[in-house]
Every structure is written in structure tokens, then in C-alpha cells.
């Protein structure tokens, strides 16, 4: 805010006298842009603008939870640009926190691509989480097969079969061979084609080297190797959103493990699509599909209807969904019973 002075006249009887009042003169708002958040790292952000322009930002206060695929509103001042708003988001993946809160992973996707290789050696039960989480998001989702050159790769698929019997989709490719030869990833972005995706997994399974042949901006992302006992570590520390061809992939840290976030998980099924399917048979509306007399989930397990360990997985994950649950404080496990 600026000031100035406004000098008047004036005539009385005993002479011309000059006066002078003082004006406030309003700096103007600064100017606001929407933009998209192309990469998170901390409290630093990386913002598309609408032209293609990238810019540097930071988040106003602490109160924002910000997170990659954001479309925001910022404001530009001094030539730093700070975001004011997070605009409304259609989807939200999402994870439980070491605290038990749920904490935003990336925003605005339509898939969630889960990428496992023969090496690390595949965690299936951190696999069917972040399909449930997928699921309860409303997201489609991708398992892509990656290392397929390794020897080991005919026995992983094997142990996927069960999730192409439930209709997920599966995909193999080999980021090391498309070095040489592009084509053999064309299965893998016909999949990506109309899509923002987020690549998750694992460490070590090959996200940031798939990111790497499926994009054009490859200089700014880390590879790594395996370490000598087999587990992978973190090549990627920050999530970033990239342009491939027809679509766009976000590529998150790896991790050793997952949680959805209980807060998003539908309360009957969790997210498996074939505990949502067999549950219409159970004889009660409120079936756990644990211990219940008369429950279809279980009598399909029996006979083979439902893969054995996908119902584990979907025990193991309804203890921990029971056990968040009881660490909230009362009134929000009242609230969740009305």
C-alpha cells in the first residue's frame, strides 16, 4: 500500500490558505494463476502453467497438503510464486501414515499401475493393497510385469494368473530391452494411452527405468541397481508427473510396504473385487467373511472359487483396517458406527 499527497486551495476572508489532505492508494492483488503440480518434493513444488511453462513454487502456511497432480491457485509476488488453494480434486490415492492418518499420495489419476519384477523378489500382499486402494478410489488398474528377460519371469506369472482370472489387467515388458528395441514397450504404453497413471511398487522393480523410455524429459530421472541382498532400494525420492504418448505417468518413491487409507476402503470388502462379488451369497448383511456360519467368501475359498491367498491378503488387511480403527480416538469409531 502506497501514499500521496493531494493539494487543494482555499479562499477565506483573511487570504488564500493552502491545505493538503492525504490519500490512500490501493497496490493491486497480486495476479492469481491456476496451475498443475508436476512434482512434490517436501515443501518445494514444481508447477506446470496451462502454456507449458514450469515454474518453482512453495505452499502458503502448513495447512495445504499438497501432493502431486494437484491443479492449484497460485499467486506471483517478488517473483516467487506461492500456491493458495488446492482446487477440488477428482480422485485421490491415498495411504495410511505411520500416525494411522490418512495422507494423500497423488491426485486427479484415472489408473494405478503396480509394477513387480522376478527381482526384488515380489511382495503379492503389497500388491493386492495397492489394488485395493485403487479400487475403493475409483481407479483402474494395470500390473505390469517388468524384468521379463530374467529366467524367474515364468514363474512370477504364473503367480499372477489370479488376478487376470478376476479381470485385471496384466502386462509384460522389459525396460532393459527397450533400450535397444522401443517396440517391445508398445503393449505397455497402448495401456497408458488416455490415462494419468501412477507407477507404484516396490523398490528396485524398475518404475524410474520404465518412466525413463516411456518419457521424453529422461535427464531428471535417478536410476538404480539392486544391492547385493537382493533388496531394492529408493531410486526415487520425490513423485513427478510426466507426458507420454497419449497419456501422462506420475512416477512415486518405491517402498517395502503399504497401507490404504482405512478412511477410503469400502467397510465390506476392502477393495477385493471378488470378496465384493461372493459377499451378495452370505447369509448376513454384515459378514466379515472371517468366522461368520453361512458365508459365500469363505465356501469359495474352500472349493477354489477364490484364489487362497488373495483371501489371506484380505485377512491380514481386515485385521490392520480393525486394529487402525480402534486406535482412533471414540468419537470418530462412534461416528463411523452411525
Avoid at 497432480?69 to 510464486?81: A, K, L, M, S, Y
Avoid at 518419457?215 to 531410486?235: Q, S, Y
Avoid at 517395502?256 to 477393495?271: H, S, T
Amino acid at each position: 500500500m502506497s501514499r500521496c499527497r493531494l493539494w487543494h486551495s482555499r479562499e477565506t476572508a483573511y487570504g488564500t490558505h493552502a491545505t493538503f489532505s492525504v490519500a490512500l492508494r490501493v497496490r493491486p492483488d497480486p495476479p492469481r494463476l491456476n496451475t498443475e503440480v508436476i512434482a512434490t518434493f517436501g515443501r518445494h513444488l514444481l508447477l506446470r502453467e496451462n502454456a507449458g511453462e514450469a515454474r518453482k513454487a512453495r505452499p502458503q502456511g502448513r495447512s495445504h497438503e499438497i501432493v502431486c497432480g494437484d491443479r492449484v491457485r497460485c499467486e506471483t509476488n517478488g517473483g516467487e510464486t506461492v500456491v493458495v488453494a488446492v482446487l477440488p480434486r477428482e480422485t485421490v490415492l491415498r495411504r495410511t501414515s505411520l500416525r494411522g492418518r490418512s495422507e494423500a499420495m497423488a491426485a486427479n489419476l484415472t489408473q494405478l499401475a503396480v509394477v513387480v519384477a522376478p527381482q526384488p523378489a515380489p511382495d503379492l500382499f503389497v500388491v493386492d493393497r495397492f489394488i485395493s486402494a485403487a479400487e475403493c478410489a475409483g481407479l483402474a488398474v494395470l500390473i505390469v510385469c517388468n524384468k521379463s528377460e530374467l529366467p524367474e519371469h515364468a514363474a512370477l506369472r504364473e503367480q499372477l494368473q489370479p488376478y487376470a482370472a478376476i479381470g485385471y489387467a496384466l502386462c509384460d515388458i522389459s525396460a532393459a530391452q527397450a533400450v535397444a528395441s522401443p517396440a517391445t514397450l508398445a503393449p505397455l504404453r497402448a495401456a497408458l494411452a488416455g490415462h494419468t497413471t501412477v507407477f507404484a511398487g516396490q523398490s528396485g522393480v524398475g518404475k524410474s527405468s520404465l518412466t525413463r523410455q516411456l518419457t521424453d524429459d529422461p535427464a531428471e530421472i535417478a536410476v538404480g541397481a539392486l544391492i547385493k541382498d537382493e533388496e531394492g532400494r529408493h531410486t526415487t525420492t520425490a513423485s513427478r508427473l510426466y507426458a507420454v504418448d497419449g497419456g501422462r505417468i506420475i512416477d512415486s518413491p518405491g517402498v517395502r510396504d503399504f497401507a490404504p487409507a482405512i478412511d477410503d476402503l469400502e467397510p465390506r470388502a476392502l477393495g477385493f473385487r471378488e470378496v465384493a462379488s461372493l459377499a451378495q451369497g452370505c447369509r448376513f448383511l454384515d459378514c466379515r467373511h472371517l468366522q461368520e456360519p453361512h458365508c459365500a467368501v469363505r465356501e469359495a475359498v474352500q472349493s477354489g472359487g477364490m484364489a487362497s491367498r488373495r483371501y489371506e491378503s484380505y485377512r491380514r488387511l481386515r485385521r490392520l483396517y480393525d486394529q487402525l480403527w480402534e486406535k482412533r480416538p471414540a468419537s470418530e469409531r462412534a461416528a463411523r458406527r452411525r
